[in-house]
């Protein structure tokens, strides 16, 4: 069974940095990409950042590209998001997701990456004061 944990969340001041954990069992990352989305109240859910299988792929929503930074640990089988210079827009809830890649066929560059994702974790709460 994969489950999925998301923890590091807060509540800090715009400027501010955190680091969010996404903890991982039952999961490979060599056949699932990780990424992390968000859904601010009243807003659908969004792709934050990517993480692809095996290859080491990253991609990031031009939101939070060149502030925030998804890497992997995988002898602890996390994935991480370090938020740098938070802004206000950045608060909202922060999910952690895997799907399969079958093979290749499904890619951080995917269309409708939150369609593709299998597994969920219940998120962590980030909110940034101004």
């Known amino acids: 069974e994969v489950q999925i944990m998301e923890s590091g969340g807060g509540s800090v001041q715009a400027g501010d940095a955190l680091r969010l954990s996404c903890a991982t069992s039952?999961?490979?990352?060599?056949?699932?990409?990780v990424a992390w989305f968000r859904q601010a109240p009243g807003k659908e859910r969004e792709a934050v950042s990517c993480l692809g299988s095996g290859d080491g792929d990253t991609v990031y929503s031009d939101s939070v590209k060149g502030r925030f930074i998804i890497s992997s640990d995988s002898r602890k089988n996390t994935v991480y998001l370090q938020m740098n210079n938070l802004k206000s827009e950045d608060t909202a809830r922060y999910y952690c997701a895997a799907g399969l890649t079958f093979g290749g066929t499904f890619r951080c560059s995917s269309p409708n990456l939150k369609y593709g994702m299998d597994h969920w974790g219940k998120g962590t709460l980030v909110t940034v004061s101004s």
């Open positions: 039952g999961l490979s990352f060599d056949a699932n990409v």
